[in-house]
């Protein structure tokens, strides 16, 4: 039966691949690829750039109320 199956498909005409079929899917996926960057960069990049410049801006208020600078990392 699988011989059978592949004779017949041998035998079919296939047809010709559309002229602007690349430059169709090249749209397509480029419009897929921006959007997933887009996502990426509102859901992931803007939040943590937002988080680490409040991180600075406070740091920069503690400092300039205590004139100190407080450190987990710091030893002393």
């Known amino acids: 039966?699988?011989?059978d199956l592949w004779t017949q498909l041998?035998?079919?005409e296939v047809p010709e691949v559309p002229?602007?079929?690349d430059l169709q899917?090249?749209?397509r996926?480029?419009?897929w690829l921006l959007l997933?960057?887009?996502?990426?960069l509102?859901?992931?990049?803007v939040p943590q750039a937002m988080?680490?410049?409040?991180?600075?801006?406070?740091?920069l208020l503690i400092f300039t109320l205590s004139g100190s600078y407080h450190s987990k990392n710091r030893k002393d």
Not at 36 to 40: G, K, P
Not at 51 to 59: D, E, N, T, Y
Request: without cysteine; aromatic residues 12%.
């Open 10 to 12: 041998a035998e079919r």
């Open 29 to 31: 996926v480029n419009r």
């Open 42 to 45: 509102a859901l992931r990049g």
């Open 19 to 21: 002229e602007r079929f």
């Open 25 to 27: 899917v090249h749209q």
């Open 51 to 59: 988080w680490l410049f409040a991180r600075s801006v406070f740091g």
């Open 1 to 3: 039966m699988p011989a």
């Open 36 to 40: 997933a960057q887009l996502a990426d």
